[in-house]
Structures are given as structure tokens and as C-alpha cells.
């Protein structure tokens, strides 16, 4: 089917849109996504034939007007780098692209722009994110927590990593069903201590500690440690 001039003059400024942000900012506890429903399901996933890297990628379009799709890809976890558009169609059977030009030790991440009849762009799907880099064997990092004698106050101990790649240790703390949070960091990597206050009614916290690379990847990192609370008596 030949695209009118309207639409590839449409294609074009949604191809530079995206080339300006594949993704603006990953999508983590953190940042959560935006509200709005994604106008594709987009799920990538790395595959290894015979020594070669590939990425298999399929969508689900949610958007009943599409008429196009186009397959971008943005290298790294968030897709901030050498962004690419690597396939099209105005096949609407076609649901699924194998991508063979990636690379070992690398990671990627896809995003699906869908196109309305005029060349539009009729929104995006989620990222979809594809790594070909082997999990790094990370070091178990000594931790001990316990009560003192001052009420509702924890004492953290942790030893020093031994792995010469950690550059800091952040000590964390999940309070009850809550999310993590960071209580201290110390850079250069170090042994150290923390003493954590506990909130009034809280039931259950959790600590566990850290150490990063230079690359802020997990170099290490302890077990879990647990120390409840019992529900004061009324």
C-alpha cells in the first residue's frame, strides 16, 4: 500500500518525535506509568539460536483505527541510546517481528508507535525491555539487626564487601508492606552501622544492605533480615 504524502509527512514527524525521547524515562516503582492506556500491549523477549542473539517481539493493538505499526528500539534498559526503527506494516495480521541485528551484552528496549489512516500517530504501546547481558554473580554481603535497649530502636551492623567493584553500600528498609527505602549510604564501600527509630503501629521491618559498581549495577548484597513488633495491647 503507498503511503500519501500526508502520511508519510506524518511519519516522519512521529519518527522524530520518538528519536527525541524512545523513552523519556523508565518505568519503575519509582516513576510509575502514566495513567493512560497504552494504544498496543508490547512483550519482548531475548532468544539465543545457535550462538546468535535475537529478540522476539509481539503486540496486541488496542487502538480500532490502526492502519500501521512501526517497531522502534532504543539501546540500554530505558532506551536512551542509538534509537532505530527496525520494522513496519499496515498488515494488521502481522503481530509478532524477530529481531536479529541486536547484540550480546547489550540491552534494549522496544516500543510500538501505531498509526492511524492518515499517517498519524495514534499512541504508543508500553516498553517492552531485552537484555542479552549474563546476571553478574553478585557477593553475599554480612548483615545483623537487633533491638537495644532504647525502645523501638534497631541496631544495623554490616561488613565491609570484599569484591573490589563496590563502590558504595546503601542500607535499606521495608516497614511493613511498604516499598524500599534507603537509610544510608556510604561511599566508598564500608562497613558500618545504623540505628533505625521505629514508627508508632508499625508491625514488621525488614533491612537488608547493598553495594553498587561504578555502573550502579548490584555488585552484592545481604539476606533479609525480619524483626516484628507485636500489637500493643489495648
Given at each position: 500500500?503507498?503511503?500519501?504524502?500526508?502520511?508519510?509527512?506524518?511519519?516522519?514527524?512521529?519518527?522524530?518525535?520518538?528519536?527525541?525521547?524512545?523513552?523519556?524515562?523508565?518505568?519503575?516503582?519509582?516513576?510509575?506509568?502514566?495513567?493512560?492506556?497504552?494504544?498496543?500491549?508490547?512483550?519482548?523477549?531475548?532468544?539465543?539460536?545457535?550462538?546468535?542473539?535475537?529478540?522476539?517481539?509481539?503486540?496486541?493493538?488496542?487502538?480500532?483505527?490502526?492502519?500501521?505499526?512501526?517497531?522502534?528500539?532504543?539501546?540500554?534498559?530505558?532506551?536512551?541510546?542509538?534509537?532505530?526503527?527496525?520494522?513496519?506494516?499496515?498488515?494488521?495480521?502481522?503481530?509478532?517481528?524477530?529481531?536479529?541485528?541486536?547484540?550480546?551484552?547489550?540491552?534494549?528496549?522496544?516500543?510500538?508507535?501505531?498509526?492511524?489512516?492518515?499517517?498519524?500517530?495514534?499512541?504508543?504501546?508500553?516498553?517492552?525491555?531485552?537484555?542479552?547481558?549474563?546476571?553478574?554473580?553478585?557477593?553475599?554481603?554480612?548483615?545483623?539487626?537487633?533491638?537495644?535497649?532504647?525502645?523501638?530502636?534497631?541496631?544495623?551492623?554490616?561488613?565491609?564487601?570484599?569484591?573490589?567493584?563496590?563502590?558504595?553500600?546503601?542500607?535499606?528498609?521495608?516497614?511493613?508492606?511498604?516499598?524500599?527505602?534507603?537509610?544510608?549510604?556510604?561511599?566508598?564501600?564500608?562497613?558500618?552501622?545504623?540505628?533505625?527509630?521505629?514508627?508508632?503501629?508499625?508491625?514488621?521491618?525488614?533491612?537488608?544492605?547493598?553495594?553498587?559498581?561504578?555502573?550502579?549495577?548490584v555488585d552484592g548484597r545481604s539476606r533479609v533480615v525480619p524483626i516484628a513488633f507485636a500489637?500493643?495491647?489495648?
Open positions: 500500500m503507498t503511503l500519501t504524502l500526508t502520511r508519510r509527512l506524518a511519519v516522519v514527524v512521529g519518527a522524530c518525535t520518538l528519536a527525541a525521547g524512545l523513552a523519556t524515562a523508565p518505568v519503575h516503582a519509582e516513576n510509575p506509568p502514566a495513567p493512560t492506556r497504552p494504544a498496543a500491549r508490547l512483550s519482548c523477549q531475548p532468544r539465543v539460536d545457535d550462538g546468535a542473539p535475537a529478540a522476539v517481539c509481539e503486540w496486541r493493538l488496542r487502538a480500532d483505527d490502526a492502519a500501521a505499526v512501526e517497531l522502534w528500539r532504543g539501546t540500554g534498559h530505558d532506551g536512551e541510546l542509538s534509537r532505530v526503527k527496525v520494522f513496519s506494516t499496515d498488515d494488521p495480521a502481522v503481530t509478532r517481528y524477530v529481531d536479529t541485528s541486536v547484540q550480546a551484552g547489550e540491552r534494549y528496549a522496544y516500543v510500538l508507535i501505531v498509526l492511524g489512516p492518515e499517517g498519524n500517530e495514534r499512541g504508543r504501546s508500553n516498553l517492552s525491555g531485552v537484555s542479552f547481558v549474563p546476571p553478574k554473580e553478585v557477593e553475599r554481603l554480612r548483615l545483623a539487626c537487633h533491638r537495644t535497649t532504647v525502645a523501638k530502636v534497631v541496631h544495623c551492623e554490616w561488613g565491609a564487601p570484599a569484591s573490589d567493584d563496590a563502590v558504595k553500600v546503601t542500607l535499606f528498609v521495608l516497614v511493613d508492606r511498604g516499598g524500599r527505602t534507603a537509610l544510608t549510604t556510604l561511599e566508598p564501600a564500608a562497613a558500618g552501622g545504623f540505628d533505625y527509630t521505629v514508627a508508632d503501629g508499625t508491625r514488621l521491618v525488614r533491612f537488608a544492605v547493598v553495594s553498587f559498581d561504578a555502573a550502579g549495577e500489637r500493643p495491647r489495648r
